[in-house]
């Protein structure tokens, strides 16, 4: 619900739908608008079913001396609508009758233009047709003159590669933002925008991407909260650079440890084949070492427990090594090389931790 209420307020922001519009519409009417006319339309202009949808944001702005709207639909499910044109054609009857019903029409003007758009940022990629017509049954001859002929424009952030959004675009902005998995990628693009969006009369549409980038994007990819004074988004740029250094840290460090481990493994694995060759004894204590010395000492205790744990289960069975799991996990470092170092000739369990196992 967050990650909705923040993208409306992002949208419900005129200098991003025009560069929404300006930037994905790629279509010859869009020339003859006046992108810098955009506004909001209210409850006034809007029917009560309508209002009842938060997620849905409808504009208008100039076309020549009448006005075009645009229905702007933001589609948040993780599942694709199969129905979505019945949907918005249903919307679109309801906004044209409140029209009608508010007088803003006069008795010979016909209905605006509107174009129906759906934003999409789900995960799977949007495979629902977009027109009504692909959704009806085949119609007899004669009968198909009266079928709906209507359909909508299509968004799927996801479909589009980095490379063919626009370059200084607000809303590929968005879009860059939603899908960066690399804290560096994001610090840019917030870079970006605290460089584009400088002017006071910006003020409220830099407030609106910082929080949506503290509560939604940062806390959704990197697991964090994000809230500077004021909801500045210079002060988040700032911020955001001191995390992406401890990011780092913490991914450098969690790389250590899952290599750490690999290696201790790999390495008392490779000893042991080796000392079934040269001796046994030699050919752990050979591995025993390279395994400590791929890694840190952080982690070298899990990691030899792991080993122990397999090799038991080697040589006297897979139950045995089970009884013996909460033993092991919780001794410590020289105590395990100690069992280890007994399990080369042990011929009994019993053999590598005493006579009360």
């Not at 869009?30 to 810098?36: A, G, K, R, S």
């Not at 009266?146 to 675009?169: C, H, I, Q, S, T």
Request: aromatic share 8%; charged share 30%.
């Amino acid at each position: 619900m967050e990650h909705d209420h923040g993208y409306k307020h992002l949208f419900s922001h005129p200098q991003l739908v025009a560069d929404l519009l300006r930037g994905f519409v790629n279509e010859p009417w869009i020339e003859q608008v006046d992108l810098d006319s955009l506004e909001r339309v209210n409850g006034h202009y809007v029917s009560d079913d309508l209002r009842e949808r938060e997620d849905d944001i409808v504009w208008r702005l100039r076309w020549g001396d009448g006005w075009c709207y645009v229905y702007l639909l933001l589609e948040f499910q993780s599942s694709v609508d199969r129905f979505m044109a019945v949907r918005l054609l249903t919307y679109l009857g309801l906004l044209y009758q409140d029209l009608v019903r508010t007088g803003e029409l006069t008795p010979d003007e016909r209905l605006p233009p509107v174009l129906p758009l759906v934003l999409y940022n789900g995960e799977r990629r949007w495979s629902a047709p977009i027109e009504v017509r692909d959704l009806i049954a085949p119609i007899p001859g004669g009968l198909e003159a009266y079928r709906p002929d209507f359909r909508y424009l299509l968004l799927d952030e996801g479909a589009f590669a980095d490379a063919d959004l626009p370059a200084r675009n607000l809303a590929a902005a968005v879009f860059r933002l939603e899908h960066s998995r690399e804290p560096e990628d994001l610090q840019a693009v917030v870079g970006r925008l605290v460089q584009w969006l400088k002017h006071p009369e910006q003020r409220s549409l830099r407030r609106a991407f910082s929080v949506w980038l503290g509560r939604v994007v940062i806390p959704g990819h990197f697991g964090e909260t994000l809230a500077p004074p004021n909801n500045d988004l210079r002060e988040m740029e700032t911020m955001l650079a001191e995390r992406v250094k401890e990011w780092q840290r913490r991914y450098e460090q969690q790389g250590l440890q899952k290599g750490l481990q690999k290696g201790l493994e790999q390495g008392l694995e490779q000893g042991l084949e080796q000392g079934l060759e040269q001796g046994l004894e030699q050919g752990l204590e050979q591995g025993l070492e390279q395994g400590r010395k791929q890694g840190l000492e952080e982690g070298v205790t899990q990691g030899e427990a792991a080993v122990l744990l397999r090799l038991i289960g080697r040589k006297f069975g897979a139950d045995a090594a089970e009884k013996q799991r909460e033993r092991i996990e919780s001794a410590d470092a020289d105590t395990l090389l100690v069992w280890s170092e007994r399990l080369l000739n042990a011929r009994h369990i019993d053999d590598v931790f005493g006579a009360a196992s």
